[in-house]
């Protein structure tokens, strides 16, 4: 019944930009705080960036200064503006809703960064 729906991966050159979207359908309340995550090829799927519900935002180490999450509470949405992208932030990323009653994933996007 619910889904969180993802847009914006792709290929890119290092140094580049993309921003991603996740918007959730169906019936999804009480949402405690939204994130970001990706898994790398023989990797954990690993945190990248989280936003609360007060707007306090919180990111792994190696996309502090480059990465960007945002949300829209309307639109039940968040976003991650990505920049000066680096060869080792390819992998398949991935939108996350936590609620009361449980976690919400995306179908997960890629990003690939290569020359």
């Known amino acids: 019944q619910v889904q969180l729906v993802e847009s914006g991966g792709g290929l890119v050159q290092p140094g580049g930009s993309l921003r991603l979207s996740c918007a959730a359908s169906?019936?999804?309340?009480?949402?405690?705080?939204m994130g970001w995550y990706r898994q790398a090829p023989g990797k954990e799927r690993e945190l990248v960036a989280v936003?609360?519900?007060?707007?306090?935002?919180n990111y792994a180490d190696s996309v502090k200064g480059r990465f960007t999450i945002s949300k829209d509470n309307a639109k039940k949405a968040v976003y991650l503006q990505m920049t000066s992208l680096k060869p080792e932030d390819t992998a398949v990323y991935y939108c996350?809703?936590?609620?009361?009653?449980?976690?919400?994933w995306g179908q997960g996007t890629q990003v690939t960064v290569s020359s």
């Open positions: 996350n809703m936590n609620t009361w009653s449980g976690d919400y």
């Open positions: 169906g019936s999804i309340f009480s949402i405690n705080h």
């Open positions: 936003i609360t519900n007060g707007g306090t935002t």
